[in-house]
């Protein structure tokens, strides 16, 4: 089953990771774009630029509601379902809002694509956190047992299930995408924002949640979007396939706080540890991650900032725009 892709849809598309790869899309292709989001944590302002564009269409809709889902997938091709719940840590506090916001959504989207003639392949922006706390690092797609520990993983994981199972028997491409931490200039949540915010409010004292020492790998938003762009071209038969994306090395969490104090007029005068969940920021932290991304490199694509430099380079964007270094 080759798919000819002209139209595609992006859910989540006015979010962190969607305006992006739609900016990419409307710049670099001809391709209808069509972005599904209630926005719920996205912003209309992110994607304002394509309103005057006849490639262009924004469905102001949640995923629940499946009369106006079935009718935007019947006018695609293709899917990249980035829609979630993005808030890792939410899990342990809301035990619903993963499973409706992630796997309900995701169920109804294939349901969707069940129905369509037409539209038949679905990239699903999976994530690293299904791995849990791999024992092999780097970690293979192949690894396993996947035992995630957090709600965010398991109903991500839930969906890949769901996806594969759904590709097999309903003659459909799946493939998911196992993503780093993705960092950019536009994001407004995870560490690198958070630690950043602290030390705009208060530059003499920075509160790092965990014992600083968290290890993972942080993936600039160009990077990520370049990797989704690849793996979009791939002329798949039906079934089900995984790609992790990532950086080959990871940093510690003390490490970006480091690399945020170079970076202020005044550093900190003190830094205090919030370690209540054994080394872990929350419940549910993965306390170390790296991915084995040797698998997407064999399509020609590679990380042209490794870890260190992505969060070098978005703490400069953040600072910027608090003009507290020079533009």
């Avoid at 797609?141 to 969906?159: D, Q």
């Avoid at 960092?183 to 790092?208: M, Q």
């Avoid at 762009?229 to 002329?235: A, F, K, M």
């Avoid at 950086?247 to 706080?257: C, Y």
Wanted: proline share 4%.
């Amino acid at each position: 089953m080759i798919v000819k892709v002209s139209r595609i849809l992006v859910t989540g598309g006015a979010g962190f990771i969607g305006c992006s790869l739609v900016t990419k899309f409307m710049n670099g292709s001809d391709h209808n774009i069509a972005i599904y989001d209630n926005l719920s944590t996205g912003s209309k302002e992110n994607i304002l630029p394509w309103f005057e564009s006849p490639r262009f269409k924004f469905i102001f809709a949640d995923m629940k509601d499946n009369s106006s889902l079935e009718k935007a997938v019947e006018a695609s091709d293709a899917v990249i379902h980035l829609a979630a719940n993005p808030f890792v840590a939410l899990g342990s506090n809301d035990t619903k809002i993963d499973f409706y916001e992630n796997l309900v959504t995701t169920y109804n989207l294939l349901e969707a694509m069940r129905k369509s003639p037409d539209c038949k392949k679905l990239i699903f922006a999976s994530t690293s956190t299904v791995y849990g706390e791999a024992e092999l690092l780097p970690t293979p797609e192949n690894y396993g047992p996947l035992i995630p520990i957090s709600l965010y993983g398991a109903t991500k994981l839930a969906c890949e299930g769901l996806i594969s199972g759904y590709s097999h028997t309903f003659n459909m491409s799946g493939i998911a995408v196992r993503l780093a931490n993705i960092i950019g200039p536009l994001n407004k949540h995870g560490v690198v924002f958070d630690l950043a915010n602290k030390l705009l409010a208060n530059p003499s004292y920075l509160e790092v949640l965990g014992n600083g020492m968290q290890r993972k790998s942080y993936l600039h938003i160009d990077d990520c979007i370049e990797a989704l762009l690849r793996v979009s071209e791939i002329q798949s038969d039906a079934g089900f396939d995984v790609y992790n994306i990532g950086t080959d090395d990871a940093i510690t969490v003390i490490d970006i706080a480091r690399l945020l104090f170079q970076r202020f007029p005044t550093g900190p005068q003190k830094i205090k540890f919030n370690d209540t969940h054994e080394g872990r920021g929350w419940n549910g932290d993965v306390r170390e991650f790296l991915l084995d991304c040797s698998k997407i490199k064999k399509l020609g694509w590679g990380a042209k900032y490794n870890s260190t430099q992505a969060v070098g380079l978005v703490a400069d964007e953040y600072l910027k725009k608090y003009k507290l270094i020079n533009s």
